[in-house]
């Protein structure tokens, strides 16, 4: 079994930052992709970053050049920094992870994600 388990979220004012972090845990062999996902209310899902094993990152371009996200391979984790917050990055920020297991089964692992909210 795998889980994925965010922490960070919180209420931060206008131009503020925040700094998500996602563990894995688990019967986990390997991970390949990481990502942050967001929904606001009363709206789907979004990519936030998507980033590879490598440490390579795609960003919406929402949030190109305020957030940065890292993995530490070794300590299966994923983080968000998250700088100049504006009130539309408010939303439930969900991690998401790519993993093969010890099993050699590959599966999608999503956390149950961690809200956060800009706003003054």
């Known amino acids: 079994q795998v889980q994925l388990v965010e922490s960070g979220g919180g209420l931060v004012p206008p131009g503020g930052s925040l700094r998500l972090s996602c563990t894995a845990s688990?019967?986990?062999?390997?991970?390949?992709?990481m990502g942050w996902y967001r929904q606001a209310p009363g709206k789907e899902r979004e990519l936030v970053v998507v980033?590879?094993?490598?440490?390579?990152?795609n960003y919406a371009d929402s949030v190109k050049g305020r957030f940065t996200s890292s993995r530490n391979n070794a300590k299966n984790t994923l983080y968000l920094q998250m700088n100049s917050l504006k009130p539309e990055d408010t939303a439930v920020y969900y991690c998401n992870a790519d993993i093969v297991t010890t099993a050699y089964y590959r599966m999608n692992a999503w956390g149950k994600g961690t809200l956060v909210t800009v706003s003054s």
């Open positions: 688990g019967s986990i062999f390997s991970i390949n992709t």
């Open positions: 980033i590879g094993s490598g440490g390579s990152a």
